[in-house]
């Protein structure tokens, strides 16, 4: 069983920049991959950005050049980078952990961008 806490959401205007957590509680090398996914209204939960335990990174075309993953192996932590943000950035963003055949979730963290 793993944990996730997130942290870091909130109201940004467009073109501004946030900056989300999501602490585990394993060590992340327990871990085969964590990652962000978002989740609009009305929308299917989509991958945003996920690093497996080899640092190994993939990022959705949506937000390529404007979100990057990031860890922090001694915090257990994984962080999701986000500049130049847009109005169609707002969004539920859910941590993921991989491990085995299972997928543990966060509670989520609400990502807003408006002027």
């Known amino acids: 069983q793993v944990q996730l806490v997130e942290s870091g959401g909130g109201l940004a205007q467009p073109g501004g920049s946030l900056r989300l957590s999501c602490a585990a509680s394993l060590r992340i090398f327990s871990i085969d991959a964590m990652g962000w996914y978002r989740q609009a209204p009305g929308k299917q939960r989509e991958l945003v950005a996920r690093?497996?335990?080899?640092?190994?990174?993939n990022i959705a075309d949506s937000v390529k050049g404007r979100f990057t993953i990031s860890r922090d192996i001694a915090k257990s932590t994984v962080y999701l980078h986000m500049i130049s943000l847009k109005p169609e950035d707002t969004a539920m963003y859910y941590c993921?952990?991989?491990?085995?055949?299972?997928?543990?979730w966060g509670q989520g963290t609400q990502v807003t961008v408006s002027s």
């Open positions: 993921s952990a991989e491990r085995g055949s299972s997928t543990y």
């Open positions: 690093i497996t335990n080899f640092g190994n990174t």
